[in-house]
């Protein structure tokens, strides 16, 4: 699929910042005052530069506020109201630590159980895809949810946990990328199945359907060449956990937790971007693109 910007920057951004609220919420890190304010504060301006990319996104961005309303049926809807929950219970918490340097628990813990929710919601959106197999499988939220984590436990200097969620990171990552591979063609999806033809043998395309191109072309069809691909994952892997894992091992000081939440980052944007360009959307067989 084309990796727009857009939700590269959404999924980076808000997953990292309801990463850190985890960890405020359930008081890894008790911060009060200027510090609560700083922590804080970094945790809500992610998560709002990430959803302000997410409509940005969307046909028609003045509409943003019907993502609220179907709920029922459509994670990203479950998405939108999970995180508009979490901004709103956690504020209480968010506030008391700052300006009384009393740390409210039970808005706390509950805003920290909802961000968890919501980059489970996220994750789902993909996850829940039949149309793209690679996506629709067990080793899709573990990517989101251990990145999300991670990078919070890094803002919030919490070193020994972050190592730890960076190796389970890229265990996540190998795991993704090695099932993923084999998900198309275990679908069993074809040209013959797409168009119904394939009973009589095996069925190849003639023609491409039109001369030009279109939405589906330009949205859901992307190929990445293999060599490219692998430096991508390479990249990735690298940066976006085995590095910075690496550089939590040596001395601790602000410098390295810096150093550390740089990298993740430049490798998480590589991971994401690869996320939505490898992902082969069944409609690519019309275009012999699968």
């Known amino acids: 699929m084309h990796p727009a910007p857009s939700l590269i920057l959404f999924t980076v951004?808000?997953?990292?910042?309801?990463?850190?609220?985890?960890?405020?919420?359930?008081?890894?890190?008790a911060p009060t005052?200027?510090?609560?304010?700083?922590?804080?504060?970094?945790?809500?301006?992610?998560?709002?530069?990430?959803?302000?990319?997410?409509?940005?996104?969307?046909?028609?961005?003045?509409?943003?506020?019907?993502?609220?309303?179907q709920w029922r049926s459509s994670w990203l809807?479950?998405?939108?109201?999970?995180?508009a929950a979490t901004l709103a219970i956690m504020a209480p918490h968010a506030a008391s630590s700052t300006f009384a340097a009393t740390p409210l628990p039970f808005f706390g813990w509950l805003g920290a159980a909802l961000a968890l929710a919501t980059i489970l919601a996220t994750a789902m959106i993909y996850a829940q895809i039949r149309?793209?197999?690679?996506?629709?499988?067990?080793?899709?939220?573990?990517?989101?949810?251990?990145?999300?984590?991670?990078?919070?436990?890094?803002?919030?200097?919490?070193?020994?946990?972050?190592?730890?969620?960076?190796?389970?990171?890229?265990?996540a990552?190998?795991?993704?990328?090695?099932?993923?591979?084999?998900?198309?063609?275990?679908?069993?999806?074809?040209?013959?199945?797409?168009?119904?033809?394939?009973?009589?043998?095996?069925?190849?395309?003639?023609?491409?359907?039109h001369s030009g191109r279109n939405y589906l072309l330009r949205e859901m069809v992307h190929v990445v060449g293999r060599k490219h691909a692998r430096k991508l994952r390479l990249l990735a892997l690298g940066l976006g956990a085995l590095v910075p894992a690496a550089v939590l091992l040596l001395p601790a000081s602000?410098?390295?937790?810096?150093?550390?939440?740089?990298?993740?980052?430049?490798?998480?944007?590589?991971q994401r971007w690869l996320f939505f360009a490898e992902a082969e959307h069944v409609v690519g067989l019309y275009y012999a693109r699968a």
């Not at 993923?180 to 013959?192: K, L, M, N």
């Open 254 to 270: 602000h410098a390295t937790i810096i150093l550390a939440c740089g990298l993740h980052l430049a490798g998480l944007l590589a």
């Open 131 to 171: 149309a793209v197999p690679r996506w629709h499988h067990w080793s899709t939220p573990p990517v989101f949810l251990l990145a999300a984590l991670a990078g919070g436990a890094l803002l919030a200097a919490q070193t020994g946990l972050a190592l730890a969620l960076l190796l389970a990171l890229a265990l």
């Open 77 to 83: 809807s479950r998405e939108a109201v999970l995180a």
């Open 13 to 29: 951004l808000s997953g990292t910042g309801f990463g850190l609220l985890v960890w405020l919420g359930i008081g890894l890190r």
């Open 173 to 209: 990552m190998v795991a993704h990328w090695v099932f993923g591979d084999r998900q198309f063609a275990a679908s069993g999806s074809t040209t013959g199945s797409a168009t119904g033809l394939g009973g009589p043998g095996r069925v190849r395309l003639l023609e491409p359907p």
């Open 33 to 69: 005052g200027i510090a609560a304010f700083v922590l804080f504060g970094l945790g809500y301006a992610l998560t709002g530069a990430g959803l302000i990319a997410a409509a940005f996104h969307l046909g028609h961005p003045e509409r943003a506020l019907l993502a609220f309303t």
